[in-house]
């Protein structure tokens, strides 16, 4: 039964897009594609295809703001009127794809958290933009959303992994191991997967293909988190434990700049990887290169 529904609903997503494609009515100006007509059915199947896919566009309105068959004017002329003859819409440069290196660090994003040993430089994360939405008050500020899901993961050093302290009088705790069924550890790890939507206000320049700076906060759920183990001695990787105490929400900060399609990216979490700081006080911090298509 669950398959015949899981089917159901992607026809219906693949449905969607190929609706959208059909009888696209656009009018053209020299800033692009605006004032689209149709009816409600198939503007809302472009609305949900254009947010997939980043699309951008302009609707042309009247002085108030509302929706208008009138030409927009030039550049010169919004200037000397003072008049708005469009609103935009579109992502900006929210990236469609990042790869960073992370570290899980202290309050100081810059000092790597000393009570959980890691391998320097060997941690990341990569994301994925299944969903992107935009609105910009005039063409070089708006406000951009998206939603990422992410792969992030850590290698524990000094040969020791995460497991639980398991305790019948106390709630078990999350410890560090440096033995595994009596064999010694030659590399542990710790994944978890995540669904990230950050708001960020972006400042760009009028050109696509100019420069542009955003920042602004962002909404974490992890989730499928886990530690992992390598045997010395031993070729297959093996699961500890599923679960490992992660803190499901988080709160943080993210900036990007860069210029055209390619940028830089960075986060900093405010809340503690784990829940109630166990085994450790430890805020996820990431740098990386982030590219649109």
Same mark, same amino acid.
């Given at each position: 039964?669950?398959?015949?529904?899981?089917?159901?609903?992607?026809?219906?997503?693949?449905?969607?897009?190929?609706?959208?494609?059909?009888?696209?009515?656009?009018?053209?100006?020299?800033?692009?594609?605006?004032?689209?007509?149709?009816?409600?059915?198939?503007?809302?199947?472009?609305?949900?295809?254009?947010?997939?896919?980043?699309?951008?566009?302009?609707?042309?309105?009247?002085?108030?703001?509302?929706?208008?068959?009138?030409?927009?004017?030039?550049?010169?002329?919004?200037?000397?009127?003072?008049?708005?003859?469009?609103?935009?819409?579109?992502?900006?440069?929210?990236?469609?794809?990042?790869?960073?290196?992370?570290?899980?660090?202290?309050?100081?994003?810059?000092?790597?958290?000393?009570?959980?040993?890691?391998?320097?430089?060997?941690?990341?994360?990569?994301?994925?933009?299944?969903?992107?939405?935009?609105?910009?008050?005039?063409?070089? *500020? +708006?406000? #951009?959303?998206? /939603?990422?899901? =992410? $792969? !992030?993961?850590?290698? *524990? +050093?000094? #040969?020791?992994? /995460?497991?639980? =302290? $398991? !305790?019948?009088?106390?709630?078990?705790?999350?410890?560090?191991?440096?033995?595994?069924? !009596?064999?010694?550890?030659?590399?542990?790890?710790?994944?978890?997967?995540?669904?990230?939507?950050?708001?960020?206000?972006?400042?760009?320049?009028?050109?696509?293909?100019?420069?542009?700076?955003?920042?602004?906060?962002?909404?974490?759920?992890?989730?499928?988190?886990?530690?992992?183990?390598?045997?010395?001695?031993?070729?297959?990787?093996?699961?500890?434990?599923?679960?490992?105490?992660?803190?499901?929400?988080?709160?943080?900060?993210?900036?990007?700049?860069?210029?055209?399609?390619?940028?830089?990216?960075?986060?900093?979490?405010?809340?503690?990887?784990?829940?109630?700081?166990?085994?450790?006080?430890?805020?996820?911090?990431?740098?990386?290169?982030?590219?649109?298509?």
């Amino acid at each position: 039964m669950m398959k015949k529904y899981l089917i159901a609903v992607v026809a219906a997503l693949l449905a969607v897009p190929a609706f959208a494609q059909g009888e696209r009515h656009y009018e053209y100006d020299e800033y692009g594609q605006v004032g689209r007509k149709e009816g409600w059915a198939r503007r809302f199947a472009h609305n949900f295809y254009d947010a997939l896919v980043g699309a951008e566009y302009y609707e042309i309105v009247d002085e108030q703001g509302n929706q208008s068959n009138k030409k927009p004017v030039s550049k010169q002329e919004q200037r000397n009127n003072n008049t708005k003859t469009y609103r935009y819409y579109g992502p900006g440069h929210t990236p469609s794809f990042y790869f960073g290196v992370n570290l899980l660090t202290t309050d100081d994003p810059r000092v790597m958290t000393p009570g959980l040993p890691q391998k320097q430089g060997k941690g990341f994360e990569i994301g994925f933009a299944v969903g992107q939405w935009g609105y910009h008050m005039t063409r070089n *500020i +708006g406000v #951009n959303t998206a /939603l990422y899901i =992410t $792969r !992030s993961r850590y290698w *524990i +050093g000094d #040969n020791q992994y /995460l497991d639980y =302290t $398991r !305790s019948m009088q106390s709630a078990n705790k999350v410890d560090l191991f440096d033995t595994f069924d !009596s064999k010694p550890v030659k590399q542990g790890y710790l994944r978890y997967w995540s669904l990230r939507v950050p708001i960020c206000l972006e400042i760009s320049s009028a050109s696509r293909r100019g420069p542009f700076i955003a920042v602004g906060p962002e909404i974490e759920y992890r989730f499928a988190d886990v530690s992992k183990v390598d045997l010395v001695g031993e070729d297959d990787r093996v699961t500890v434990a599923d679960g490992i105490n992660v803190n499901p929400l988080g709160l943080n900060a993210v900036a990007r700049i860069g210029i055209n399609d390619f940028g830089i990216t960075a986060r900093y979490s405010f809340t503690s990887l784990f829940l109630d700081d166990d085994p450790v006080q430890t805020y996820p911090f990431m740098i990386g290169i982030s590219t649109s298509f």
